[in-house]
């Protein structure tokens, strides 16, 4: 019940709960111990972290909507075990968790959720992610806890600076983007039932209140097609917004009358937009689409690859948590980062502003603005140092005047990308061929 306990609290340790200083605290009673110890840790850190998937789904579908919550924590608890089952060192533990979590965005079913480098969302030392991504903070979260494990105090001291250095003060840019919040309702959404006329008015009120905006966004899906009307309220503007389409998640940019150019999601929610092993499990959501009452869902068309919209990157979404999403727009020419979603969907629950934390990282990863629109929040625009500048309340209609700016040149992660896993992979085959253990580390 320890290691419970003990994963318990590390969940408390990312976002959106406060005790990120804590967290290698949290991680060094867990750096020992073998399966068992793994899979309660596990256990207690995914069903809190990921508790928001049945309080949000219950309260969409009914009861029938947490179901899916638990063979998922149970899938991860029991991944957890295996790695502290398979690893007989500390330092092939701290290298193993570090790959596992990089295997997590890899694959038909990848889930990017839970990486403890996400502690330091709130820390001045988040900016080590422009250097090797939240792959490095993850390995120096395990390192400093691998530190404390084996009674090397003095790890506390860089610890300590990571979150007491100053970030130099906020600069604002004169460029500004006007981010619509049309807060309409989720299940509306997937039924079809749009309100183009909620952008519209939104749109209009804000252009008269900032009429200094150049782009107007809106959230993902937002409409099904580019409504009558908006190219009198845009004028000269451009407007980049989410289309409902049948096939594709698509992202339009729009200016003089037409479609500029457009991008279609290429990362799909496993078991949300598209639909894993549907040959062999069509049975099994059939039953649970009923049970949402959301009729016979297909599954979406991924995008091919990742494609700017001219200088603006968007991201859909669940596409925030990838960071090789981000830094691959930023690789193929976006010169600012833009996400449309829809985090309605989360409900009352906590899973809102925790998407919101975990995409606030692709800004510092890649040095660019993020400019946020979603359906009823979190609305807001982030710098490049990982701040959030300007923001509105979510869970209602509003609009938001929000600063920006393009920006040239790639930062080391842009450049390098995931080099922190290979140091992650050599600790790991360090830690099981030459059985390496730090001074004053006790056997299991």
């Known amino acids: 019940m320890r290691a419970l306990a003990f994963g318990l609290l590390l969940a408390l340790s990312l976002p959106p709960f406060p005790l990120g200083p804590l967290s290698p605290l949290f991680l060094a009673p867990l750096l020992q111990g073998g399966f068992r110890v793994g899979f309660l840790a596990g256990l207690g850190f995914w069903g809190l972290h990921l508790l928001w998937l049945p309080w949000s789904f219950a309260e969409n579908f009914g009861p029938w909507g947490a179901v899916p919550f638990l063979p998922l924590v149970l899938f991860k608890a029991f991944t957890l075990g295996l790695l502290f089952a398979l ?14 979590e990089w295997l997590s965005e890899q694959g038909e ?40 494990r084996g009674r090397f105090y003095a790890v506390l001291l860089p610890w300590a600076l990571l979150w007491l250095f100053p970030l130099p003060p906020v ?25 183009e006329a909620v952008y519209l008015r939104l749109t209009e009120g804000g252009l008269k209140a900032h009429p200094e905006a150049r782009l107007v966004v809106w959230p993902e899906t937002a409409v099904w097609r580019l409504p009558e009307g908006v190219d009198a309220l845009l004028g000269e503007r451009f407007l980049l917004t989410g289309l409902n389409l049948f096939g594709p998640n698509r992202a339009v940019l729009y200016g003089g009358g037409k479609v500029l150019v457009h991008y279609d999601k290429t990362r799909l929610v496993p078991f949300g937009e598209r639909f894993p092993f549907r040959e062999a499990l069509g049975g099994v959501y059939g039953f649970f689409f009923r049970a949402f009452g959301l009729g016979e869902l297909l599954d979406r068309t991924p995008g091919e690859a990742l494609r700017p919209l001219g200088p603006y990157g968007a991201m859909i979404c669940y596409e925030s948590v990838f960071p090789s999403v981000a830094r691959g727009l930023v690789r193929e020419g976006a010169q600012a980062l833009v996400l449309l979603t829809n985090d309605a969907w989360f409900g009352p ?23 946020r629109a979603g359906n009823d929040g979190v609305t807001a625009a982030i710098d490049p ?24 040149g790639e930062t080391p992660y842009v450049r390098l990308g995931d080099w922190a896993v ?19 580390w006790r056997n299991r």
Request: charged residues 15%; without cysteine.
């Open 171 to 195: 600069s604002l840019p004169q460029e500004k983007a006007l981010l619509v919040q049309g807060n309409v309702n989720p299940l509306r959404k997937a039924q079809g039932e749009l309100d």
């Open 87 to 100: 690893t007989p060192t500390p330092l092939a533990r701290v290298g193993g968790w570090v790959v596992l």
């Open 349 to 371: 629950s906590f899973g809102g502003l925790q998407h919101f934390a975990l995409g606030r990282l692709r800004a510092v990863e890649t040095g660019r603005w993020l400019l």
């Open 109 to 148: 079913l990848a889930f990017p959720w839970g990486f403890l480098g996400y502690s330091l969302l709130e820390a001045p030392g988040r900016l080590l992610a422009a250097l090797g991504g939240v792959y490095l903070l993850s390995l120096l979260v395990l390192l400093v806890a691998l530190g404390l």
């Open 385 to 408: 140092l990982g701040r959030v500048v300007a923001r509105i309340p979510p869970k209602a209609e509003g609009f938001l005047l929000a600063p920006y700016a393009l920006r040239d």
């Open 422 to 440: 290979g140091v992650a992979l050599t600790f790991f085959l360090l830690g099981l061929i030459l059985r390496v253990r730090p001074p004053g």
